[in-house]
């Protein structure tokens, strides 16, 4: 109870300070929707908002305006933020009862469910995303992730083994310490939430790197974080390039990264962490197949697959871009979903609530897809829909499907990260399953049939992570997340994600011979 008490005088000692400094560290900033609010830009180390010697600009990618000019780390405020973790770490959160942490993971909900409307706004304006996505899926999904691991918090349990008896063995499982958390732009909030709430509720303390691309809605949560009263450095929040991602990497006193993003930077990260040997969980990209046999219900079939890669202007990592369609239905299906498409795909400005897709992240990003195009197309690939560059400002492009392509096309085996879909036909399951294998990715893949003996089957051979069955990038926060392959290791989300930020401590008990 003391405790309790002291920890509320931190925390309006802390708020006084950071009212206090505000001023600098934050925007005024109107959103397109007309609400106006101040938008913090500073880093946020042991419940502040700070300021650095540096800042750079983050844009809206569907007018190319810059919204707000963000504080950035160096070293010197990479090594601020982990020091004030670790001491967060060995003064309170990992010894505060599970109970307590989860209480302020709930709280923490209910400040993001109050403030839906704008952190999904928020999100649409800096990552230009759909603002009818952010509002109905990546919002409600950091609620729903916050709770799920609220409830988890004091529900981390160990074994008890008794190989003899007068032998008694138990196991704890245990926070790790410090966790390195390093976020992509293509879901800031959300993939950002999936890495904090499981790693608080196990009990460590994290310094979260965000996207140079979107950081944003995340420095709006920082605010959200200080006002559910959690301890000064239990929550650090830096705003960077992949340069302070590594110093994060290389820190002496993390003792785990959690990394989603590029396979090559997660190929980087892993080489760093050897030197310290820490534990490291990748989440990195993919090439997902999407498998449609003769039997399966087509306009359902086309539906999925449309989402399963239109979505989010298809800067998703498990994008089914890959459709293999069962030779006697192939032509049918490109027709069905070429007409879904072009129905379906609305392309617009992410405030307008009609907009299916908005602009890609960046004139590098769209300049990128646009070279994958070109090569396809001077290779033979047949362009059955899209395939340009939208004019005017913004990255915008139309959604593009190829069929008539070789497996050995660019096109089909590397990631493009954007709305590109390759379709070509197959005879039989052997086959399927071999080609739809033949990447180096190992994220997802998609089963459309109406035989259940047959996608089981073939969901079991599949070399990926994940599989759908009769739909496609269905992910569920209670469910665990992650690849096979080049596209990572260690799991997000479930029960998997505790395991993922926990250690367990194995101890030995002689009871000796007492009777
Ligand atoms: P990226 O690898 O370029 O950057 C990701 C993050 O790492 C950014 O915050 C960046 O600043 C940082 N970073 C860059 N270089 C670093 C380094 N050397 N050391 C430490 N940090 C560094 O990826 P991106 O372009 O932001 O995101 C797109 C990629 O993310 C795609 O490949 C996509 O498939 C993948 N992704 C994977 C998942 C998943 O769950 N598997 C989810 C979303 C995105």
Known sequence: MIFRLQFRENIRSVVNRVQHRCKCTSARLVLPNGIAYDQPVGLFVDNEFRESQTKFPTFCPAT???IAQVFSASAVEVDHAVHAARSAFTAEWA??????????????????????ELLGSIE???????LTASLTEDIPECVNVLRYYAGWADKIYGNTIQPFPEKFAYSLRQPIGVCGLIVPWNYPLMLSIWKLAPALAA???VVLKSSEHSPL???YLAGLIKQAGFPPGTINIISGDGLIGKNLVQHSEISKISFTGSVVTGKSIMKLAADSLIPVTLELGGKSAAIIY???????AVKWCHAGIMSNMGQICTGTSRIFVQETIHDEFMGKLKSYTAQKSKIGMPFDLNTFQGPQISKQQLDSIMGYINTALSEGANLVHGGKKIPGKGHFMEPTIFSNVKDKMAIVNEE????VVTISSFTDSREVIRRANSTAYGLAAAVFTSDISRAMTVARRLDAGMVWINSSNDSDFRVPFGGFKQSGFGKELGDYAIKCYTQEKNVHVNLGTIL
Do not use: C, H, M
Not at 97 to 111: A, C, K
Not at 125 to 130: F, L, N, V
Not at 416 to 419: E, K, L, Q, S, Y
């Open 64 to 66: 190319t305006q810059e």
């Open 95 to 116: 010894s505060l009862p599970g109970t307590e942490r989860g209480q302020l993971l709930y709280r923490l909900s209910n400040l993001v469910e109050q403030n839906l």
């Open 124 to 130: 649409s304006w800096d990552t230009g995303k759909p």
């Open 203 to 205: 009990g460590n303390t």
């Open 217 to 219: 809605s995340i420095l």
């Open 294 to 300: 003769a039997d399966a219900d087509l306009d359902q």
């Open 416 to 419: 493009i990260f954007g709305p």
